[in-house]
């Protein structure tokens, strides 16, 4: 055997091995072909004959087998190697032409150099062509690998776009809702606004109306021309309803309401309006059904008035009844029975005033006492009815001009008007006589000393303001 059929078959004890490179290079038919000479232990220096034998080895066993036992009779010595070869060549000759299948060309194997054993053996030359079955294979494998690839091209493209919408989407979603909000916002703003500014307007006008029916910024006098408009108030006052501003003007409103019905009550009870923006018209006569009553409206400067009113009122009703009940009775009479009713009890005080003013004719007492309700508990010096009954004690004389002045100041500060008041004696303390002055309803106004003209009332701060 030669030294290159020596490595050959020292190559062939190898385990064979596919070139992952290699087959990385290779169509699927030819890689199929590959492995399958791998698998046949085919190396690459194998020679064509070679190649066949290694991959039809069993057909050729079994050809090797049908001739041996056709020429065992014939066969003496064991066949040399060369005999062999020729002898596997025809089978293999044989093997091809009974085929019906046509080998493809990559099974036709190209003649290779021979040894010098191999010298007589014909070449086997095969033309290295390519398939149509293959080129087919490779052409539709191409076109499936080209569609598949366009196929994951289309599906990524697809992803990418719906993805894409998806974003678009919700950003048009999100872009619409800040846009409403927005939009919303600005409206409520725009409304809020608006609203503002109408209710401000609102209460513009219903503070001009509610400042026309006062005559001084103040707020203590009320003008009477204004008091058919208080309907036109109560209009404006019911636009602000919902608003913040309503409390405060319905407050406004109702302390206004309140001293507009007073004076008009008070007003009622005379010929003529007593009360004429805010003041006072002494010479306002009441009605002869007239009917007073206190009457109070929280504003200070507004009760004050309505209380000279009133008790201006109600002096000119006790004068009436007094002088209707003179025209009844004699004088003589009516002396005699005020002074027994003196002795006996402690409201005789009225009596003595009356036996004062008819004795002392100097002395205005002022009108009678009698049917009123006199506040005596508020007085600032003690009654004593000893002092009282004695009448003819000089201590009750008046210095000159005294009562005058009294009366002058009391007039002049709107504790009385006119005559319309009553005068009290109290009591004698240190040879001085004290008396009391009332409104004609009997309301205390203060205590005086006679002699001095001092007076003090119950006013805050005059406590401790007696002078003896």
């Known amino acids: 055997m030669s030294k290159k059929r020596r490595n050959r078959h020292k190559k062939e004890g190898q385990e064979p091995q596919f070139d992952f490179d290699e ?29 066949y034998v290694k991959q039809h080895k069993d057909e050729i066993e079994a050809d090797k087998f049908a001739t041996r036992q056709y020429k065992k009779e014939e066969l003496v010595e064991t066949h040399s190697l060369d005999d062999l070869i020729q002898e596997m060549r025809e089978a293999v000759e044989e093997s091809e032409a009974s085929s019906e299948e046509v080998p493809s060309s990559e099974d036709i194997l190209p003649p290779l150099p021979l040894d010098d054993e191999e010298q007589g053996l014909d070449p086997l030359l095969l033309e290295d062509e390519t398939p149509t079955e293959m080129t087919e294979e490779v052409e539709e494998e191409q076109n499936l690998s080209r569609l598949e690839q366009e196929d994951s091209e289309k599906k990524s493209k697809k992803g990418f776009v719906l993805t894409a919408l998806a974003l678009v989407s919700v950003i048009i979603c999100v872009s619409a809702y800040y846009v ?4 919303n916002r600005s409206t409520k703003e725009i409304q809020t606004s608006q609203s503002t500014t109408n209710t401000q307007a609102e209460v513009e006008e219903f503070n001009n109306l509610y400042d026309a029916f006062y005559t001084d910024s103040n707020k203590t006098a009320l003008k009477n021309s204004q008091f058919d408009k208080l309907t036109q108030l109560k209009t404006l006052l019911d636009k602000l309803e919902g608003s913040r501003e ?11 309401a309140t001293q507009i019905k007073a004076i008009q009550d008070v007003n009622a009870q005379f010929e003529k309006p007593a009360i004429v923006d805010g003041v ?7 009605k002869s059904d007239a009917k007073f009553t206190d009457i109070k409206t929280g504003n200070t400067e507004l009760d004050k008035v309505l209380d000279k009113a009133i008790s201006l009122g109600k002096s000119q009703q006790t004068s009436t009844s007094s002088s209707s009940s003179s025209e009844t009775s004699s004088s003589s009479t009516s002396q005699t029975s005020s002074n027994t009713t003196s002795e006996t009890s402690p409201s005789s005080s009225n009596a003595a005033s009356n036996e004062t003013r008819s004795s002392r004719s100097k002395v ?3 009108v009678s006492s009698a049917g ?23 201590a009750w004389d008046f210095a000159d001009g005294v009562l005058e002045q009294i009366l002058a100041t009391s007039r002049s500060r709107g504790y009385i008007t006119g005559d319309q008041y009553i005068l009290e004696r109290v009591n004698i ?6 008396y009391n002055l009332y409104k004609p309803d009997g309301t205390y106004l203060f205590t005086l000393n006679c002699k001095t003209g001092y007076f003090v009332g119950n006013g805050a701060g005059h406590a401790d303001d007696l002078d003896y």
Not at 24 to 49: F, H
Not at 180 to 183: D, I, K, L, T
Not at 280 to 286: E, G, M, Q, S, Y
Request: charged share 25%; aromatic share 4%; no cysteine.
């Open 23 to 51: 087959a990385k290079e290779l169509t699927v038919g030819q890689a199929i072909r590959k492995n399958e000479e791998v698998e046949a232990g085919v190396l690459p220096e194998d020679s064509i004959l070679d190649k």
């Open 180 to 183: 409403y909000r927005q939009v």
């Open 246 to 256: 309503h409390t405060l003007a319905k407050s406004k409103y109702d302390s206004l």
């Open 280 to 286: 006072l018209d002494t010479n306002a006569k009441a």
């Open 364 to 366: 205005n007492m002022g």
């Open 372 to 394: 009123v309700a006199v506040q005596r508990s508020a007085s600032r010096v003690a009654y004593n009815q000893s002092a009282i009954d004695d009448s003819n004690n000089s």
């Open 429 to 434: 303390v240190n040879g001085n006589g004290y």
